[in-house]
């Protein structure tokens, strides 16, 4: 006999369908922890990639102010008594200017912490003066850096004894 009225019943479920019920959900919780790594990943490539680009700036700003110091050697006397009163550290004319210029433009650069060095050297009169600049910098947190160059500045000797244009 046949039940009038009634809906038809969708049949039971089954042990496999009741066992799949929460995977979709399993599914989602991992897609979104395993994109959440890859944005801290991103994030943490990021903060390497500005604090590379700052150690950049401040190796290229150390390389200037080395070459700004020599080039103002280039084209002053080439006398080793008034290059040495007037370039070498910490009490030349020039160098004290300078240093003041490295202080406000490096970080951790004090007159009395990382200031930078010039040492002058010369064999013998006729021979080229050496000139050797060092700038140092230090980041907070961080141990020194350095950035050193060696020139060496060459001129005509007149008269065999003395180094003059």
């Not at 089954?14 to 066992?19: E, G, Q």
């Not at 801290?40 to 290229?60: C, E, H, N, P």
């Not at 951790?108 to 002058?120: Q, Y």
């Amino acid at each position: 006999m046949r039940a009038i009225g009634r809906a038809a019943m969708p049949p039971p479920p089954n042990a496999s369908t009741r066992a799949q019920g929460g995977f979709v959900l399993l599914e989602a919780l991992i897609g979104i922890l395993i994109f959440a790594v890859g944005v801290l990943a991103v994030v943490g490539l990021q903060a390497m990639s500005i604090k590379d680009v700052a150690d950049a700036k401040y190796r290229t700003d150390a390389a200037l102010l080395a070459n700004e110091l020599i080039s103002d050697a280039w084209v002053g006397s080439k006398n080793f008594a008034t290059m040495q009163a007037a370039y070498n550290s910490p009490s030349g004319s020039y160098y004290t200017t300078w240093a003041g210029d490295v202080a406000a433009q490096l970080p951790g650069v004090t007159a009395s912490t990382n200031a930078p060095t010039v040492l002058m050297a010369q064999t013998n009169p006729a021979s080229p003066i050496e000139m050797t600049v060092t700038v140092h910098w230090q980041l907070p947190g961080q141990s020194a850096h350095s950035y050193s160059t060696v020139t060496e500045l060459n001129c005509t000797v007149s008269n065999g004894s003395a180094c003059s244009w």
